[in-house]
Each structure stands twice: as C-alpha cells, then as structure tokens.
Nanobody, 118 residues
Framework: QVQLVESGGGLVQAGGSLRLSCAAS????????MGWFRQAPGREREFITG????????YYADSAKGRFTISRDNAKNTVYLQMNSLKPEDTAVYFC???????????WGQGTQVTVSS
C-alpha cells in the first residue's frame, strides 16, 4: 500500500512561486505515472499535470502550461510541482496521485492547501 504525502503549500502573493512535493512511502513510485490535481471550493477536482514513470513525458492542462512544471526523482520516491506566476484563481487544495492506467487513480495524497492572495 503506497502512501502519498504532499507538502509545500501555503500562502503566497500573486506572481509568486511555490514548490510542492509529494513523497511516497510503503512502495516504489517507479511503477506509476504521477499527477497533480487541484480542487477549489465548490468546484470539481481537476487534473493539472502528469508525468510518466521515467519522467520522459509530461503533459499539462491549459491552466498550467507555461507556469507549472512537474518533475520526479524516483531515487527519492518523490514528485514535485513547481508553480510560478501564481494567480488568485490557482487557490485550491492540491493533490498528488499515482496511477497506472489513465483516468484510474490508484493512490491519492491527502492534499495541501495553496492560497494566492491578490
């Protein structure tokens, strides 16, 4: 059973940056593609970005393109989300997820709050 724990969230001003981490325990992430999702109050959880098991392929939702970067370090069993040029509309709880098949998440983290002030 893989456990995922996000960290790095917080309060930041618009235009600022944050780096989220997702550390895994209880198993290796090498088998999984990894993704970041977010959920704002009153809205559905949405996909932001994903990365394949080796890190050779990444993909981004339009809202994240050009501002967010996903990366992974399999030796550290950790996935990262670098977020730059943050906007108030980026305010949400951010979740990492491990999956083998697209659209079928095997494991979720508990989430970390990101709040961007204007």
């Amino acid at each position: 059973q893989v456990q995922l724990v996000e960290s790095g969230g917080g309060l930041v001003q618009a235009g600022g940056s944050l780096r989220l981490s997702c550390a895994a325990s209880g198993g290796t992430l090498r088998r999984f593609s990894m993704g970041w999702f977010r959920q704002a109050p009153g809205r559905e959880r949405e996909f932001i970005t994903g990365i394949n098991w080796s890190g050779s392929s990444t993909y981004y939702a339009d809202s994240a393109k050009g501002r967010f970067t996903i990366s992974r370090d399999n030796a550290k069993n950790t996935v990262y989300l670098q977020m730059n040029s943050l906007k108030p509309e980026d305010t949400a709880v951010y979740f990492c997820a491990a999956y083998i098949v697209s659209h079928t998440v095997n494991y979720w983290g508990q989430g970390t709050q990101v709040t961007v002030s204007s």
